[in-house]
Structure formats: C-alpha cells, structure tokens
C-alpha cells in the first residue's frame, strides 16, 4: 500500500474546464485531479444552488453537494480533498485483481462516511 498526499492535486486538464460549463449548469472555477484516480469541481451560478461541489474517485463514486455561499464551498473544497485521498489509499491497498471482499467493503465503507460527513 502507498500514502497518497494533497501534493497530488492539480488542475484538471491544464485549466481548460475553467469557464466552461459543469455537470450542474453553473461556471467552473477550480477544477483539480488527484493522480490516484478522483477529480473536485466548484461551479457559481448552477441551476439548483449558487454553488456546488462535484467531486468523484473514478469507477467508484460520484458526488453533489450545494451551497449558498462562494467562501463555503472554498473551504470545504479543501476538506473533501482530504476525503477522497482516505478513500484512494483505501482502493490502492490492493490494486488490480487483488482486491478482497474485504478490502472492497472497507473502501465502500469510506465512500459512505465521505458522503455522510459530507452531505
């Protein structure tokens, strides 16, 4: 097993989705992939909410969640980065077709307690 890090991040296919339109109708405004295989959008002016944070690990995961406020979504941008590293060096215990039943159920187990903590 490998210890991903935030160093990982970066902008999603050099910046190009910033100012085009995201999965919720609004603006993209940061727009980061982690190289272990997840990717975090912000977007203003979506059609549900003012803000909205899409984030994914990819095969695994999608996630949604809304704000009112631009400072909010910013701050917890940053806290579900750290989330969704947990859940990737969860997935990376056991690459390829070495994962166990056990392995899987605690990487699902993450993505529900992401999603909970992160509603």
């Not at 910013?74 to 390829?96: W, Y």
């Amino acid at each position: 097993m490998f210890e991903l890090d935030l160093m990982s991040w970066s902008v999603f296919d050099d910046g190009k989705s910033i100012g085009t339109r995201g999965s919720e109708g609004g603006v993209i405004t940061h727009d980061e992939e982690h190289t272990g295989g997840a990717r975090i959008t912000i977007e203003r002016e979506g059609g549900i909410a003012p803000f909205s944070i899409t984030c994914g690990v990819y095969g695994w995961m999608c996630h949604t969640r809304f704000f009112g406020e631009g400072a909010l979504a910013q701050d917890e941008f940053v806290r579900m980065k750290a989330g969704l590293e947990h859940i990737l060096n969860l997935i990376s215990a056991c690459p390829g077709e070495e994962k166990t039943s056990d392995a899987i159920d605690k990487a699902v187990d993450a993505i529900s307690a992401f999603v909970e903590q992160f509603p």
